[in-house]
Structure formats: C-alpha cells, structure tokens
C-alpha cells in the first residue's frame, strides 16, 4: 500500500468518520500491506440478464452470492482488461440499500488468460486471503455518490466505515420467518427454507396451516395463485416448486424463469380445509387479481 495517511485523516475529518477500509484492513496481510495494485471492487451489477462463463444468468447478484456463490465467484473472476491485467488483489463488496456495501472478501488474483467469450475481457484466478475472513460479511462502507463507478483504487478512494455488525440478516441464505403474511420469498430463498434444517422456524410454519399464494413475475408484474390443501400444508405444496425448478408442473409457469418469481401468501387456511373450500377462495383471489387475464396473469383456469 502506498497511501498517505495524512490524506486518509483528512478525509475522515471531511467526512466524519471513524475509520476508513483502509486502515481496517492494513497490518492483517504482509504481502496485501507491500502490493501495489489494488481494487476496490462493488458488485452491483443492474442487468437482468448477465453473461457469465459465456452463459445467461437471471438474478441479482447479491442473490447469487447467497444461493450460488460459485456462479458469482465466476462472474468475479471475468474481468476487464483495461481494469484488472496489472491488480495483485481484489477487495470485494456486495452493493445494498443506497450507496451501502458490504465487504466480502479480499482476493489474490493471480494467473490471468483472455476470456473465450467476451473479447476484451481476461478470467483471472482468485484465492481468497484467510487474513480477512474474520471481517467478511460484518464490515459495511458507504461506496459514495459515484456508484456508477463499481471499480476504484483502493490507495486513493478512501471509504468510511459505516458499521460493523453481525452480518446477513438471513442467516446460511435462509431468511427469518417473522409471519405468514410477511413472507415474500425469492425462489432462491424460497429453496434455501426448503432445504433448510428440520429445526428451523418455517418447517412447523409451513405444515401447520394451508393457504392461498401468489407467485409474482417481478420482471412483467404477472400473477399466479394458487391454493394449498392437505395434511402437509403449505410446505407440501412449495416444496414442489422447489423439486421441479420453481414452475410446480404448471405448464405456463415453465416458461419463464423462477429467477424472476416470487412467493407470498394471500390468505391462510385451516390445516383440514377440504379441497373445494381452498379452490372456492382461490377462485376469488384469482378474480381480485385478475389472474387469469392473458396480460396480467399466469393462472390458465
């Protein structure tokens, strides 16, 4: 590092802050402290289609990072050569709300070869630095205004440590159950409570009562709903969902993408509701919402 640390009071001062990236990360790593190349790197990439490995990918990239963490490690290691053909480390944050982010990581990248699918472009190995894992997911900065700017120097674009805190609020991917109508699931959080441990909240949650659902398109705004019913409840019926990639064997569900649905519940139902009960109160929800409209709505029948 070759910062000068009159700079970095200086700006703390300007800023009113306490302590900067920075001087956090300095004297953790001998060979990190001596490197001369280092990017500050903010993952936040807006496109609802990226390309990674030469493939489509739906999703945002913090969601990927949560459920596909290797699908994101390949995207991070696809890099610009213009930005990253002289870097010896990448310190890595997530984008969240506003100009925040939180720290993920500080890599070593090492060999770097051109990338067969976007001209331009290099893949660069990356191995993460054990130094800094004890403050990955607890360090959030605020970026600054110039979001648009998701790479910068490290030894000269200071940023304020906004708070160190506990981490994801949803911890292993899998989000808290707060109640039945706060839930609002992406379908990678709705497969990660799916797969989650017997002992977590949303498994007696979810077989204790049935309900009427909503599946949401957030890339069109259509609806789908759907009832549960049964001695399995709710669980019985989104697990499926989860087992089949997220369209549950419904034939118009299968052709979009699960990336772009998420799961709510509308009403909750009795655990013996019989089926005619269920499908009569899915019928008016499907009404209300309009489900069945060929511009507003996924539901067929």
Same mark, same amino acid.
């Given at each position: ?82 930005? /990253? *053909? %002289?870097? !010896?480390?990448?310190?890595? @944050?997530?984008?969240?709300?506003? $100009?925040?982010?939180? +720290? ?63 981490? /994801? *609020? %949803?911890? !292993?991917?899998?989000?808290? @159950?707060?109640?039945?109508?706060? $839930?609002?699931?992406? +379908? ?72 772009? @649905? ?40």
């Amino acid at each position: 590092m070759k910062f000068d640390q009159s700079k970095i009071d200086a700006f703390k001062q300007e800023k009113g802050a306490i302590v900067t990236i920075q001087e956090l990360l300095r004297g953790r790593d001998a060979d990190f402290d001596a490197a001369k190349n280092i990017r500050l790197v903010r993952h936040a990439d807006n496109r609802k289609v990226k390309l990674i490995k030469g493939e489509e990918v739906r999703g945002t990239l913090y969601n990927l990072y949560r459920y596909q963490k290797e699908t994101f490690l390949q995207y991070q290691r696809e890099q610009p050569r213009k930005r /990253f *053909e %002289d870097v !010896d480390y990448m310190v890595a @944050f997530i984008g969240e709300k506003g $100009t925040t982010a939180r +720290f993920v990581g500080v890599y070593k990248v090492g060999n770097k070869v051109d990338s067969p699918y976007i001209p331009d472009d290099i893949i660069c190995d990356m191995e993460v630095v054990a130094a800094f894992e004890p403050l990955t997911h607890s360090v959030v900065i605020d970026w600054g205004k110039s979001t648009v700017s998701w790479c910068q120097d490290f030894d000269t674009q200071f940023k304020p440590v906004i708070r160190i805190d506990e981490g /994801f *609020e %949803d911890a !292993d991917g899998v989000p808290r @159950f707060v109640s039945y109508y706060d $839930t609002l699931l992406s +379908f990678d959080q709705l497969r990660a409570v799916i797969n989650s441990n017997n002992d977590n909240p949303w498994h007696t949650a979810l077989r204790s009562v049935n309900c009427i659902y909503l599946i949401s398109d957030v890339e069109n705004g259509r609806h789908y709903v759907g009832s549960t019913y049964g001695e399995n409840g709710i669980w019985g019926r989104w697990e499926t969902y989860v087992k089949t990639g997220g369209h549950g064997d419904n034939v118009e569900l299968k052709k979009y993408s699960a990336q772009n @649905f998420q799961w709510s519940i509308l009403e909750v139902l009795p655990i013996n509701i019989t089926a005619d009960q269920a499908v009569d109160r899915e019928n008016l929800y499907k009404q209300k919402l309009m489900s069945r409209h060929k511009v507003t709505g996924y539901n067929q029948n």
